[in-house]
Nanobody, 117 residues
Framework: VQLQASGGGLVQPGGSLRLSCAAS????????MGWYRQAPGKQRELVAT???????SYVDSVKGRFTISRRYAVNTVYLQMNSLKPEDTAVYYC????????????WGQGTQVTVSS
């Protein structure tokens, strides 16, 4: 499986972006997918996850602003990011986990999100 991340860019504080993570094959049977991010000089941070059952989870700093979703028909997971803040600036990476409890099996190539006026 290959993951292709897209949708990053430069946005002003308070703006919105939608990231997409398209898989080369069906995502129906996999345990979970989601997004990490890594800002310069900081550790990688798990941002959002969606499980095969549709459960979602978020890091506290993005709750109420970010929404993760998926469309099986196009094998794609999305991250809708609203009310963006400068501290959201990072490279965002999508991932896929085949079996629950395992570390990520596949990674996307990363997409840069920059929030600045």
């Amino acid at each position: 499986v290959q993951l292709q991340a897209s949708g990053g860019g430069l946005v002003q504080p308070g703006g919105s972006l939608r990231l997409s993570c398209a898989a080369s094959g069906s995502i129906f049977s996999f345990a979970s997918m989601g997004w990490y991010r890594q800002a310069p000089g900081k550790q990688r941070e798990l941002v959002a996850t969606i499980t095969s059952g549709g459960s979602t989870s978020y890091v506290d700093s993005v709750k109420g602003r970010f929404t993760i979703s998926r469309r099986y028909a196009v094998n794609t997971v999305y991250l809708q990011m609203n009310s963006l803040k400068p501290e959201d600036t990072a490279v965002y990476y999508c991932y896929l986990i085949r079996r629950r409890g395992d570390p990520p099996d596949y990674w996307g190539q990363g997409t840069q999100v920059t929030v600045s006026s």
